[in-house]
């Protein structure tokens, strides 16, 4: 049976990417409000539909930005050399809670929903918005390599072959 574990209400939520373009690992850094930090890695595709889902949840929720002064924000914790939590994130699920306005991630290390141990995070709708939570996911995501104008498959720095000029042209 799978464990559930709160790991509470973020304080500080951030994505990133580790590593050279088309080599990278992505992760989202976590710090809740009784301090612990968790490291939670992810697949792009993952990361990218994240930012996609906090996107409609936020539209759909009826909540309009109210931005903050570059200079009233606070400053990004400094995270700990080993994280409290560290999870290969498997699943992921997003939920909204409507009485106190926050996002629900749910996050699995395992496929089979029976075996997983699953970790539960909230973060309010507005604290998203603060910390330009969408925005920095797609800066990480599109970081990457640039896609072929013709197949849309990832460049490598040393050069393509594209699929749709049957091989015969490196890009």
């Known amino acids: 049976m799978a464990e559930v574990r709160?790991?509470?209400?973020?304080?500080?939520?951030?994505?990133?990417?580790?590593?050279?373009?088309?080599?990278?690992?992505?992760?989202?850094?976590?710090?809740?409000?009784?301090?612990l930090s968790g490291s939670l890695w992810l697949e792009k595709e993952q990361l990218a539909?994240?930012?996609?889902?906090?996107?409609?949840?936020?539209?759909?929720?009826?909540?309009?930005?109210?931005?903050?002064?570059?200079?009233d924000q606070p400053e990004a914790p400094v995270f700990p050399l080993d994280?409290?939590?560290?999870?290969?994130?498997?699943?992921?699920?997003?939920?909204?809670?409507?009485?106190?306005?926050?996002?629900?991630?749910?996050?699995?290390?395992?496929?089979?929903?029976?075996?997983?141990?699953?970790?539960n995070l909230q973060f309010e709708f507005d604290y998203v918005r603060a910390f330009e939570l969408r925005r920095l996911i797609a800066e990480v995501v599109a970081s990457g390599r640039p896609k072929c104008p013709l197949c849309t498959a990832p460049m490598d720095p040393e050069g393509h072959v594209c699929v749709r000029s049957n091989g015969h042209h490196p890009h």
């Not at 939590?85 to 029976?114: F, H, I, Y």
């Open 6 to 35: 709160d790991f509470g209400t973020l304080e500080y939520i951030s994505a990133e990417a580790i590593g050279q373009p088309g080599q990278r690992r992505f992760r989202l850094l976590v710090l809740n409000d009784e301090a």
């Open 49 to 71: 539909a994240l930012g996609d889902a906090l996107d409609t949840v936020l539209s759909n929720e009826g909540y309009e930005y109210q931005g903050t002064p570059p200079d």
């Open 83 to 119: 994280a409290d939590v560290e999870m290969r994130v498997l699943q992921l699920s997003m939920g909204v809670n409507q009485a106190e306005r926050r996002v629900v991630l749910v996050t699995g290390d395992s496929s089979n929903p029976d075996d997983e141990d699953a970790l």
